[in-house]
């Protein structure tokens, strides 16, 4: 049962704008924090960015000024609007969400690509 949906990846110029939605399954109950990592080849993943349910944000800071995370609790969705995207920010895009109380559980989406072309 896919948990996290997750859309909106593709290729795109450096310079370009992409935004990346990702929908969390009704069957998760009280989400926490929600967010993206990305991870390229070769490399371990990454923080992009996070937001808590009462909307703090967090950003690895190669993406401050330039990328956006944004949720809504109604609809269990989690964006990612990226500007002025550059050559560095290829990689593959995960959309994380915690979720529970006592006892909480991390999910993890499958995975979108994100190529950005010099």
């Known amino acids: 049962q896919v948990q996290l949906v997750e859309s909106g990846g593709g290729l795109v110029q450096a310079g370009g704008s992409l935004r990346l939605s990702c929908a969390a399954s009704k069957s998760i109950f009280r989400i926490n924090a929600m967010g993206w990592y990305r991870q390229a080849p070769g490399n371990q993943r990454e923080m992009v960015a996070t937001?808590?349910?009462?909307?703090?944000?967090n950003y690895t800071d190669s993406v401050k000024g330039r990328f956006t995370i944004s949720r809504d609790n109604a609809k269990n969705t989690v964006y990612l609007q990226m500007n002025s995207l550059k050559p560095e920010d290829t990689s593959v895009y995960y959309c994380?969400?915690?979720?529970?109380?006592?006892?909480?559980?991390?999910?993890w989406g499958q995975g979108t690509q994100v190529t950005v072309s010099s």
């Open positions: 994380y969400a915690n979720a529970g109380w006592r006892t909480t559980y991390d999910y």
């Open positions: 937001i808590t349910s009462d909307g703090r944000t």
